[in-house]
């Protein structure tokens, strides 16, 4: 495995690390995989996640690239003020720029958690050299059945309607969260606009895996609710999705950590990919 | 800023080096020291901050990951106190080669204060000055409060986790945590070769005025610095908090300044 840190963008603002398998153990015409920041942490993720993965990455032949957007870890905000979403898709099209460019890639993965899942679904909408993604606590709508998940365990819990009723004495916007109407913790946008955002992609062939944990039980409760969330969605077998309830939204317990990252590797190597 | 690999070329460190300010270049130099595991990730962006606040006074900055942490090499494991420190020395020795300064200084912040002090008293680094902020005095009372919050954590899952030497999603290693909890930051200021030191800290806590007057002992004109803002290592919510207030980034800056 090698490691070489890089800067690139048109400021020279950015900083990546660029993690690659020894020549013998490289494997052609895979894409890279482009780790992308979870929310203020720097390119490292959460408990090194993202180094960690990485490696065992390089050593299944596969290379990526764990990179700072401006203004987060240790990268620069370009000198040019842009909205902050933009400037996050300008830094991550120059992420792939560059790769193209210098290093001779030219399809890519997106892996982000969080904010970071949310970035790589607006930038792989964007760039069709984007064959795939991993969303970790990404998109999720409640749905019926995400009521009775939510709210069933509670009805026995003394605390829970006492909590209940303190909050129906609070503002209307809390009452509204309450009773599930504003469930979001994130932005997502329309469902259903989403949804044709994940139709496009997998049209496009691009392999999306989606993995939530029991810290996104806000927004995301139980095995089976992606396809809840989006019945309309004709996936082609192109998306796979991972539940793990006993995770926290980080994976600060080693077993889960591991059980992930084993997880991404072996759906890595499962999928056949095509180039851009 | 460059950001670079050193060290032994099979297992490398990662550093970053800020250079200082071409307006107003001093001809000294500082090695930041960062803490470690989840207090690591959580004080990054402050790490990179008083570096870029050093180099603007003029400083020669380096700033860089342990083994095992971030994206330097390898993985917490067996005798992991002692590379760190022998980390602490190999920077120390890079900033000199870097910058032509030949004897830096060291700002310390949580565990990376207590590694600084130890890599100073046990490697025969000599120092210009030493920035403690916000210290890990007390290696068992620093133990003791994450295993509370980790044990905070496992409460609330459903199923517990498999057992392993993790606190809060970093590797503390038996042999680790014998040398942590051995450890009291103010019997190991007594003797170490270091012209002034600095004691910067969020709030008055009974263990930095033990310090303190450790330090005074030592150094008669020893700094103390105290924000009355207090930053909540030992809140498990607070604990994935990735900010420290900019107030206290200067107040370190300015404390290096006066030292060197």
Same mark, same amino acid.
């Given at each position: 495995?090698?490691?070489?840190?890089y800067?690139?963008?048109?400021?020279?603002?950015?900083?990546?690390?660029?993690?690659?398998?020894?020549?013998?153990?490289?494997r052609?015409?895979?894409?890279?995989?482009l780790?992308?920041?979870?929310?203020? /942490?720097?390119? =490292? @993720?959460?408990? $090194?996640?993202?180094?960690?993965?990485?490696? +065992? %990455?390089?050593?299944?032949?596969?290379?990526?690239?764990?990179?700072?957007?401006?203004?987060?870890?240790?990268?620069?905000?370009?000198?040019?003020?842009?909205?902050?979403?933009?400037?996050v898709?300008?830094?991550?099209k120059?992420?792939?720029?560059?790769?193209?460019?210098?290093?001779?890639?030219?399809?890519?993965?997106?892996l982000?958690?969080?904010?970071?899942?949310?970035n790589?679904?607006?930038?792989?909408?964007?760039?069709?050299?984007?064959?795939g993604?991993?969303?970790?606590?990404?998109?999720?709508?409640?749905?019926?059945?995400?009521?009775?998940?939510?709210?069933?365990?509670?009805?026995?819990?003394?605390?829970?309607?006492?909590?209940?009723?303190?909050?129906c004495?609070?503002?209307?916007?809390?009452v /509204?969260?309450e =009773? @599930?109407?504003? $469930?979001?913790?994130?932005?997502?946008?329309? +469902? %259903?606009?989403?949804?044709?955002?994940?139709?496009?992609?997998?049209?496009?062939?691009?392999?999306?895996?989606?993995?939530?944990t029991?810290?996104?039980?806000?927004?995301?409760?139980?095995?089976?609710?992606?396809n809840?969330?989006?019945?309309?969605?004709?996936?082609?077998?192109?998306?796979?999705?991972?539940?793990?309830?006993?995770a926290d939204?980080?994976?600060?317990?080693?077993?889960?950590?591991?059980l992930?990252?084993?997880?991404?590797?072996?759906?890595?190597?499962?999928?056949?990919?095509?180039?851009? | 800023?460059t950001?670079?690999?050193?060290?032994?070329?099979?297992?490398?460190?990662?550093g970053?080096?800020?250079?200082?300010?071409?307006?107003?270049?001093?001809?000294?130099?500082?090695?930041l020291?960062?803490?470690?595991?989840?207090?690591?990730?959580?004080?990054?962006?402050?790490?990179?901050?008083?570096?870029?606040?050093?180099?603007?006074m003029?400083?020669?900055v380096l700033?860089?990951?342990?083994?095992?942490?971030?994206?330097?090499?390898?993985?917490?494991?067996?005798?992991?106190?002692?590379?760190?420190?022998?980390?602490?020395?190999l920077?120390?020795?890079?900033?000199?080669?870097?910058?032509?300064?030949?004897?830096?200084?060291?700002?310390?912040?949580?565990?990376?204060?207590?590694?600084?002090?130890?890599?100073?008293?046990?490697?025969?680094?000599?120092?210009?000055?030493?920035?403690?902020?916000?210290?890990?005095?007390?290696?068992?009372?620093?133990?003791?409060?994450?295993?509370?919050?980790?044990?905070?954590?496992?409460?609330?899952?459903?199923?517990p986790?498999?057992?392993?030497?993790?606190?809060?999603?970093?590797?503390?290693?038996v042999?680790l945590?014998?040398?942590?909890?051995?450890?009291?930051?103010?019997?190991?200021?007594?003797?170490?070769?270091?012209?002034?030191?600095?004691?910067?800290?969020?709030?008055?806590?009974p263990?930095?005025g033990?310090?303190?007057k450790?330090?005074?002992?030592?150094?008669?004109?020893?700094?103390?610095?105290?924000?009355?803002?207090?930053?909540a290592?030992?809140?498990?919510?607070?604990?994935?908090?990735?900010?420290?207030?900019?107030?206290?980034?200067?107040?370190?800056?300015?404390?290096?300044?006066?030292?060197?």
């Amino acid at each position: 495995m090698k490691e070489r840190i890089y800067e690139f963008g048109p400021e020279l603002n950015l900083i990546g690390i660029l993690t690659e398998p020894e020549a013998a153990d490289a494997r052609t015409g895979l894409p890279v995989v482009l780790m992308l920041n979870a929310g203020l /942490l720097h390119r =490292i @993720g959460p408990h $090194r996640m993202s180094v960690e993965l990485a490696r +065992r %990455l390089a050593a299944r032949g596969i290379s990526s690239l764990r990179f700072d957007i401006g203004g987060r870890g240790d990268s620069d905000s370009a000198s040019q003020a842009e909205s902050d979403e933009s400037a996050v898709l300008a830094d991550i099209k120059d992420a792939m720029d560059y790769l193209e460019r210098r290093h001779d890639f030219h399809s890519f993965v997106l892996l982000g958690l969080c904010t970071g899942a949310d970035n790589a679904h607006s930038a792989a909408l964007r760039d069709s050299r984007v064959v795939g993604a991993v969303f970790l606590d990404g998109h999720g709508y409640w749905t019926r059945r995400s009521y009775i998940e939510h709210y069933l365990p509670r009805v026995w819990r003394a605390r829970a309607w006492l909590n209940f009723l303190r909050r129906c004495l609070a503002p209307s916007r809390q009452v /509204l969260e309450e =009773i @599930g109407v504003e $469930r979001q913790r994130r932005p997502f946008g329309p +469902r %259903l606009e989403v949804q044709r955002e994940i139709q496009t992609l997998v049209d496009r062939n691009a392999q999306l895996l989606y993995v939530y944990t029991g810290g996104a039980s806000s927004y995301f409760n139980y095995a089976g609710q992606f396809n809840d969330m989006f019945r309309g969605l004709d996936a082609l077998g192109n998306i796979e999705v991972l539940y793990y309830p006993n995770a926290d939204h980080t994976y600060t317990f080693a077993g889960d950590r591991e059980l992930l990252l084993a997880r991404v590797v072996d759906w890595f190597g499962s999928r056949v990919w095509n180039a851009s | 800023m460059t950001a670079f690999h050193f060290g032994p070329a099979e297992e490398p460190l990662f550093g970053v080096y800020t250079p200082p300010r071409a307006s107003v270049p001093r001809d000294a130099a500082i090695v930041l020291c960062a803490p470690i595991g989840l207090e690591y990730m959580r004080t990054h962006y402050a790490i990179r901050l008083l570096a870029i606040q050093l180099a603007a006074m003029g400083f020669h900055v380096l700033r860089f990951d342990y083994h095992g942490i971030g994206d330097s090499s390898a993985e917490v494991g067996v005798g992991q106190f002692d590379i760190w420190l022998d980390d602490v020395a190999l920077a120390v020795r890079e900033l000199v080669d870097i910058s032509g300064v030949q004897a830096p200084a060291l700002v310390g912040l949580r565990m990376g204060a207590l590694l600084a002090v130890e890599a100073l008293a046990g490697r025969g680094l000599r120092a210009k000055g030493l920035v403690l902020w916000e210290p890990v005095v007390a290696g068992r009372e620093y133990l003791a409060v994450l295993e509370h919050m980790n044990a905070q954590m496992i409460a609330a899952r459903d199923v517990p986790p498999r057992p392993t030497d993790d606190l809060l999603g970093a590797r503390y290693p038996v042999d680790l945590r014998a040398a942590i909890q051995g450890i009291h930051l103010e019997k190991r200021v007594c003797n170490l070769d270091v012209s002034s030191a600095a004691l910067v800290v969020s709030e008055d806590r009974p263990e930095y005025g033990v310090l303190l007057k450790e330090m005074r002992n030592r150094w008669p004109d020893a700094m103390y610095r105290s924000m009355d803002d207090p930053i909540a290592w030992d809140n498990l919510k607070a604990a994935f908090d990735a900010r420290l207030t900019g107030p206290i980034v200067r107040a370190v800056a300015e404390a290096a300044e006066s030292l060197t």
